[in-house]
């Protein structure tokens, strides 16, 4: 396998302390804390916004593509602040609409069942309809991930071409990985969590570095049997057709996580 993975750039924001006012209808949607997401709505086309979530001194930025999207509160409980941003030229954003957020209680219990910008159930409904197939009469959540996880492994192949064409911002579409059979690390890690999420299995996807990639790389983190297991299905599926032996669970030491999801 090509070890040719996309590599995901970190733009230097300078961010005016201020608040604008905007024609359209641009705003946080808090109503589903208690999943540990944030929502943000906007309407305006022609401009190019951000999302930053913050705690203490870890942040999260993310691009805004879809004119309602989710995002997760990973960091923990405690006190969050998040800020919609506006670009207003090059890398300066205005503050449009900022909250502070004090996240307790049991908001993990569904953090990484929810739907997300990048692990997004509710866009992806032929990615649903599957997994679900997949795991019809199946009980036990380690019996669910078996079925969906050999069915990528299975099926998806590594897109060389395409990490040559993307731009500097991307969101997986897992249907589209369905459909073309082909995608991305990015994509494969997508594609898991949509799945699993979707019958009821937490799942993360993790971007970092691991041993067995040269370049920034995307993977899973899956609850089985009450802890986290790490899952690599974009290696395990070149190792699985070119009769390599592997083991689907991965040692954390050979994998370095930078985020979370």
Request: with cysteine.
């Amino acid at each position: 396998m090509k070890n040719k993975i996309v590599s995901f750039i970190t733009l230097m924001i300078f961010v005016f302390s201020f608040s604008v006012s905007l024609a359209d209808s641009s705003s946080l949607d808090l109503s589903n804390i208690n999943q540990g997401v944030v929502g943000v709505s906007y309407q305006d086309s022609d401009s190019k916004y951000k999302l930053m979530v913050k705690k203490g001194n870890e942040k999260y930025y993310y691009d805004l593509v879809d004119e309602q999207d989710y995002f997760p509160l990973q960091m923990g409980s405690g006190q969050y602040e998040v800020a919609l941003m506006k670009n207003v030229s090059g890398n300066k954003y205005s503050y449009v609409e900022t909250a502070d957020i004090l996240l307790e209680g049991e908001y993990e219990e569904n953090l990484y069942l929810s739907s997300i910008q990048i692990v997004d159930i509710n866009e992806n409904p032929k990615a649903v309809e599957l997994a679900k197939e997949l795991t019809k009469g199946l009980e036990t959540d380690k019996e669910k991930f078996q079925a969906i996880y050999q069915y990528v492994i299975s099926n998806i192949s590594y897109d060389y071409e395409k990490i040559s064409s993307l731009g500097t911002v991307y969101v997986p579409r897992p249907d589209q990985t369905l459909s073309e059979g082909k995608g991305i690390c990015y994509d494969y890690s997508s594609l898991m969590a949509v799945m699993l999420r979707s019958v009821n299995v937490k799942t993360k996807l993790v971007k970092g570095y691991s041993d067995n990639v040269t370049s920034y790389h995307a993977w899973n983190e899956v609850m089985i049997d009450g802890e986290w297991k790490i899952v690599d299905s974009t290696s395990d599926a070149a190792y699985a057709k070119s009769n390599v032996a592997y083991n689907t669970f991965k040692s954390e030491a050979a994998y370095d996580s930078e985020k979370v999801y």
